[in-house]
């Protein structure tokens, strides 16, 4: 059974004469518990695919149907609870002037959970902060505390299906592995879904089981963990990718007979 | 129990604590600044004068004295800053029309700086025809000169001082509704915005709880740096008779009565003159190092 199915997926921004078509007709399936990546270059639309499912893009044509159920416009407050999504940026995603308890406290709030001293509590143990981090301002956090601090206040409302913007690009190599594993680890505590967007290779190769790559909007192929890791890829374009992320491969020199 | 470690900790322990620290820090950085203390001062030092204008007035500000005597008296030890016509003491006038000013100052800013930022916050956020008709409103508004429509107000609601700050009031917000509208146009589109919406926050929480802590200090600022300009709307309109009524002490009305007779006794216009400069001065100075230390993205 599919957790989430996308179908012909269009995305137009703009109107009349300068349209940009993001995404033009993009498909693909997610079962439950999985983790699917997308993968693509800057302006690809991987991201573009994810603020339509949480209602931030437009949905311009084709369907977006999570358990079975195609998504209503504006999204309704019992979406919100099941889909939350961490952003790229951590040193945008959160407000300059809310202390983390404030942030954490304001989905339970508008949510009306109760024991929300105990949860935000739990909350902060869960991504590895402790209580010395509650009450502190975001320019007091690094970027890899906030990017916790994000993956928290996503969880706190408990969802089902995590949507992940390249949630590490913004981090340096060694907060990267960190961040990973703790996804890594939240997804199997609590058998979430995610939908990772990253354009780094070997990222979506540690966490994903299937991932699609795409460019220029549209789909270039789907392919599964096991194919990327023998580099068993049909389209040059993905094969183009698998080259560039083993990083720069300087050509030996040969030396030539004089 | 307060301290400064207890202020300044990297972990505080509440909310509370977290909140007195980042307004101690915002302190601090105001505190650097030389400029923006002495305006600090100043309008410390005016809120103090109101306050204990009866203990510092050394005369009646409206019953004067001797009229045969004591009227138009220069600058002397017994009258610090001279006499006016009426033979009242203008030290004790400028001491007690320093609560009239603090009233115009706070009212002003009561009344306008809300209007402005839910005006234009809720235009800004929402776009579309909410903004053009908000707009639209703040345009007419504005297109009007300032002192004619606060005039048409004040003649409407009848003369006296609180008309005439609901006239200053009524013309000063379309400043702040444009300035809130371009700080929430940047403000809108942001991820931190994106996300509170991604949990299902209304509008009104998120314009609130969120839009207009960010568009605040930069309003303030504004309304800080627009005060000079205030209080001579306030003494403008009490010059053509529909703001303080006599015998009121307002420093505009002091001037526009020693306006008759400027040339030869220039203490009557001119002590009042230096009072409404100064506090304009203190004004100033103050929002123009508020500026800089509530700025949110210019601090670390």
Same mark, same amino acid.
């Given at each position: 059974?599919?957790?989430?199915?996308?179908?012909?997926?269009?995305?137009?921004?703009?109107?009349?004469?300068?349209?940009?078509? $993001?995404?033009?007709?993009?498909?693909?399936?997610?079962?439950?518990?999985?983790?699917?990546?997308?993968?693509?270059?800057?302006?690809?639309?991987?991201?573009?695919?994810?603020?339509?499912?949480?209602?931030?893009?437009?949905?311009?044509?084709?369907?977006?149907?999570?358990?079975?159920?195609?998504?209503?416009?504006?999204?309704?407050?019992?979406?919100?609870?099941?889909?939350?999504?961490?952003?790229?940026?951590?040193?945008?995603?959160?407000?300059?002037?809310?202390?983390?308890?404030?942030?954490?406290?304001?989905?339970?709030?508008?949510?009306?959970?109760?024991?929300?001293?105990?949860?935000?509590?739990?909350?902060?143990?869960?991504?590895?902060?402790?209580?010395?981090?509650?009450?502190?301002?975001?320019?007091?956090?690094?970027?890899?505390?906030?990017?916790?601090?994000?993956?928290?206040?996503?969880?706190?409302?408990?969802?089902?299906?995590?949507?992940?913007?390249?949630?590490?690009?913004?981090?340096? $190599?060694?907060?990267?592995?960190?961040?990973?594993?703790?996804?890594?680890?939240?997804?199997?505590?609590?058998?979430?879904?995610?939908?990772?967007?990253?354009?780094?290779?070997?990222?979506?190769?540690?966490?994903?089981?299937?991932?699609?790559?795409?460019?220029?909007?549209?789909?270039?192929?789907?392919?599964?963990?096991?194919?990327?890791?023998?580099?068993?890829?049909?389209?040059?374009?993905?094969?183009?990718?698998?080259?560039?992320?083993?990083?720069?491969?300087?050509?030996?020199?040969?030396?030539?007979?004089? | 129990?307060?301290?400064?470690?207890?202020? #300044?900790?990297?972990?505080?322990?509440?909310?509370?604590?977290?909140?007195?620290?980042?307004?101690?820090?915002?302190?601090?950085?105001?505190?650097?600044?030389?400029?923006?203390? %002495?305006? !600090?001062?100043?309008?410390?030092?005016?809120?103090?004068?109101?306050?204990?204008?009866?203990?510092?007035?050394?005369?009646?500000?409206?019953?004067?004295?001797?009229?045969?005597?004591?009227?138009?008296?220069?600058?002397?030890?017994?009258?610090?800053?001279?006499?006016?016509?009426?033979?009242?003491?203008? !030290?004790?006038?400028?001491?007690?029309?320093?609560?009239?000013?603090?009233?115009?100052?706070?009212?002003?800013?009561?009344?306008?700086?809300?209007?402005?930022?839910?005006?234009?916050?809720?235009?800004?956020?929402?776009?579309?025809?909410?903004?053009? %008709? #908000?707009?639209?409103?703040?345009?007419?508004?504005?297109?009007?000169?300032?002192?004619?429509?606060?005039?048409?107000?004040?003649?409407?609601?009848?003369?006296?001082?609180?008309?005439?700050?609901?006239?200053?009031?009524?013309?000063?917000?379309?400043?702040?509704?444009?300035?809130?509208?371009?700080?929430?146009?940047?403000?809108?589109?942001?991820?931190?915005?994106?996300?509170?919406?991604?949990?299902?926050?209304?509008?009104?929480?998120?314009?609130?709880?969120?839009?207009?802590?960010?568009?605040?200090?930069?309003?303030?600022?504004?309304?800080?740096?627009?005060?000079?300009?205030?209080?001579?709307?306030?003494?403008?309109?009490?010059?053509?008779?529909?703001?303080?009524?006599?015998?009121?002490?307002?420093?505009?009305?002091?001037?526009?009565?020693?306006?008759?007779?400027?040339?030869?006794?220039?203490?009557?216009?001119?002590?009042?003159?230096?009072?409404?400069?100064?506090?304009?001065?203190? !004004?100033?100075?103050?929002?123009?190092?508020?500026?800089?230390?509530?700025?949110?993205?210019?601090?670390?």
């Amino acid at each position: 059974m599919n957790l989430i199915e996308i179908s012909n997926l269009d995305v137009t921004f703009g109107s009349f004469a300068n349209t940009v078509a $993001a995404v033009r007709d993009v498909s693909f399936n997610v079962a439950a518990g999985e983790a699917f990546g997308i993968v693509g270059e800057s302006g690809s639309g991987k991201s573009t695919v994810l603020r339509a499912i949480c209602g931030l893009a437009p949905v311009t044509g084709g369907t977006i149907r999570i358990d079975g159920q195609p998504l209503k416009t504006p999204r309704d407050a019992g979406f919100y609870r099941r889909v939350q999504m961490v952003f790229q940026d951590p040193y945008a995603s959160l407000h300059p002037r809310h202390t983390v308890d404030r942030v954490l406290a304001e989905p339970l709030a508008i949510h009306g959970f109760a024991n929300a001293e105990t949860r935000i509590e739990q909350a902060l143990a869960d991504v590895g902060l402790g209580h010395g981090f509650r009450f502190r301002y975001p320019h007091q956090l690094s970027g890899g505390q906030r990017q916790r601090v994000a993956i928290a206040r996503a969880l706190i409302l408990e969802p089902k299906i995590l949507l992940l913007d390249e949630p590490t690009s913004a981090l340096d $190599a060694s907060i990267q592995a960190e961040v990973l594993n703790l996804l890594d680890r939240l997804r199997s505590e609590r058998g979430l879904t995610y939908i990772l967007v990253s354009h780094d290779l070997a990222v979506v190769a540690h966490m994903c089981e299937r991932l699609l790559v795409m460019q220029h909007g549209r789909t270039v192929e789907e392919l599964t963990r096991a194919e990327l890791q023998g580099r068993r890829a049909q389209q040059p374009y993905t094969r183009a990718l698998l080259v560039a992320s083993q990083g720069y491969v300087g050509q030996t020199p040969t030396l030539e007979k004089a | 129990m307060i301290s400064r470690e207890w202020l #300044l900790t990297d972990q505080p322990g509440s909310r509370r604590q977290a909140r007195y620290g980042q307004a101690f820090r915002t302190w601090l950085s105001l505190r650097s600044n030389r400029l923006a203390m %002495v305006g !600090f001062w100043i309008i410390a030092a005016l809120i103090g004068i109101a306050i204990f204008a009866p203990w510092i007035a050394p005369y009646d500000p409206v019953v004067g004295g001797d009229l045969r005597l004591d009227r138009l008296i220069g600058p002397s030890w017994d009258h610090l800053m001279g006499t006016d016509d009426q033979a009242r003491d203008i !030290f004790s006038r400028v001491v007690y029309g320093a609560r009239l000013t603090l009233l115009v100052v706070a009212l002003v800013a009561v009344i306008a700086t809300p209007i402005g930022l839910a005006v234009g916050t809720t235009a800004g956020y929402f776009g579309g025809w909410v903004d053009v %008709v #908000l707009m639209r409103i703040t345009d007419i508004f504005l297109a009007f000169p300032r002192l004619i429509l606060a005039l048409a107000f004040a003649s409407a609601l009848g003369p006296g001082i609180e008309n005439a700050i609901i006239a200053i009031a009524i013309t000063s917000w379309p400043p702040y509704a444009r300035l809130a509208r371009a700080e929430t146009l940047t403000i809108r589109e942001t991820d931190y915005i994106n996300a509170i919406r991604l949990q299902g926050a209304s509008s009104p929480r998120i314009i609130w709880g969120h839009v207009v802590p960010l568009c605040l200090s930069s309003v303030i600022v504004r309304v800080t740096l627009d005060m000079a300009g205030i209080i001579l709307t306030a003494a403008g309109l009490g010059f053509l008779g529909l703001g303080a009524q006599p015998p009121q002490p307002e420093w505009g009305a002091m001037i526009a009565a020693g306006r008759r007779f400027i040339i030869d006794f220039w203490w009557v216009a001119t002590m009042p003159g230096i009072a409404i400069f100064i506090v304009s001065l203190g !004004f100033n100075l103050l929002g123009d190092g508020l500026r800089d230390a509530l700025d949110p993205k210019g601090r670390k």
